[in-house]
């Protein structure tokens, strides 16, 4: 799974990247669904704030707003561990995406990804259906549950 998450992380970066190079040739292909998965166990290389940061450092690239970026994010950790969901525009712009996350604190536990990304599916029902998507998961940690069934349904 954290070789997956990477990959994903990392051709999302590259996504978002091309998508504001391009930005003047294709303005409308810079709408987009943004949906953040974010493990907050502590189990996390470097603890959540180091995950947290990472999430906060890659959102420079984003252009939150209306005609622009959609964000939603679903902070997890252990299965008895209530997830965290910011729904989709839940922040207007940047500075309230950089405010409402950095508010967001570990609370221990394990790493449930499988459930995570079963919220994730629901909550991709919501989303403004007639713009592309963009799904990020960060977890550096082991599942305890197995998300392959759960990763696959989301595609
Ligand atoms: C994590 O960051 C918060 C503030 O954003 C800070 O209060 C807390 O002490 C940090 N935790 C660790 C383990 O560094
Ligand atoms: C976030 O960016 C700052 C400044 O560029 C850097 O020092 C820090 O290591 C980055 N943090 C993560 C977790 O990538
Ligand atoms: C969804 O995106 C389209 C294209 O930008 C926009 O016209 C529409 O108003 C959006 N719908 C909602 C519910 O935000």
Redesign the pocket.
């Known amino acids: 799974m954290s070789l997956l998450t990477k990959t994903i992380v990392g051709s999302i970066l590259l996504f978002i990247a091309f998508c504001f190079v391009s930005s003047d040739i294709f303005p409308s292909s810079c709408e987009l669904n943004v949906l953040i998965v974010l493990d907050r166990s502590d189990s996390v290389k470097g ?3 180091r995950s ?1 940061d990472f999430v906060l450092n890659a959102s420079q690239e984003l252009n939150i707003g209306p005609h622009a970026h959609s964000v939603a994010v679903i902070a997890y950790s252990g299965k008895r561990y209530p997830r965290q969901i910011l729904p989709w525009n839940f922040a207007k712009n940047n500075e309230e995406f950089y405010k409402k996350v ?1 508010q967001l ?1 570990s609370p221990g536990g394990t790493t449930a990804t499988r459930e995570a990304l079963l919220d994730a599916y629901v909550l991709m029902e919501s989303r403004n259906k007639s713009i592309p998507n963009v799904i990020m998961v960060v977890t550096d940690g082991q599942s305890q549950d197995v998300p392959t069934d759960a990763a696959r349904k989301l595609q």
């Open positions: 603890g959540f704030n947290r950095k604190r």
